[in-house]
């Protein structure tokens, strides 16, 4: 989606006829077809794979930015170098939704529950421990920058890392549509791939 936000030059409504653009799929095989293998997951590929195998083996990956603040120590203790966070020219949040159902099956106490759940996750205490695992404030009453207790965030300038006060540009995520053809695409060429042991 990034990529695809990025070769246009677009930060919204992105179509499908974008992603059937062969000056895309170009850039997209440009981009896929220089990954040896694919990982089944972010945190572990960056666990299992890349901090062990390091420089040698890898240039550049894409994932979450709070991956690289907590794994930073590891990487010193295994690479004897720290990893380096580049933002790219457009960025995504992964921001993960909490919902309460509206079902006919949902009683009202559960969606009561499921609402005093929620406003605890988003409390300024529990938002300033999730700093320590490097995820972003929803609680604009927080900030990367406080003096919580283990956050990583304050800890990077000993790697020479200095973490974007607020990520932007933001791509805005496109619709299902748009993701279903982009997924369709990828399976075309790259589905049954090679998979490592991250």
């Known amino acids: 989606m990034r990529r695809n936000s ?20 170009s850039y997209f095989s440009d981009i896929e077809g220089a990954v040896s293998a694919f990982g089944r997951t972010s945190g572990t590929f960056l666990t299992n794979v890349v901090i062990p195998l390091g420089p040698p083996e ?30 790219p020219s457009l960025n995504i949040v992964s921001d993960h939704p909490f919902a309460i159902l509206q079902g006919n099956w949902v009683t009202h106490e559960q969606q009561m529950a499921a609402r005093i759940f929620r406003d605890f996750l988003l ?13 972003r404030p ?38 299902s549509t748009v993701i279903n053809e ?11 791939s090679p998979t490592t042991l991250g």
């Open 6 to 25: 990025a070769i246009f030059k677009e930060q919204r409504e992105l179509t499908v006829q974008q992603i059937d653009n062969p000056q895309f799929l």
């Open 58 to 87: 890898f240039d550049i990956i894409a994932t979450y930015e709070n991956l690289i603040l907590t794994n930073n120590k590891t990487a010193m203790a295994v690479q004897h170098q720290p990893l380096q966070l580049f933002y």
């Open 123 to 135: 409390a300024a205490p529990q938002q300033r421990l999730a700093l320590a695992t490097g995820f």
């Open 138 to 175: 929803a609680n604009v009453n927080v900030h990367i920058t406080d003096n919580a207790p283990g956050n990583v965030f304050l800890q990077q300038s000993s790697y020479n890392i200095t973490p974007k006060l607020a990520i932007e540009p933001l791509a805005q995520v496109p619709t």
């Open 182 to 192: 982009l997924i369709k695409q990828w399976k075309i060429k790259y589905d049954g």
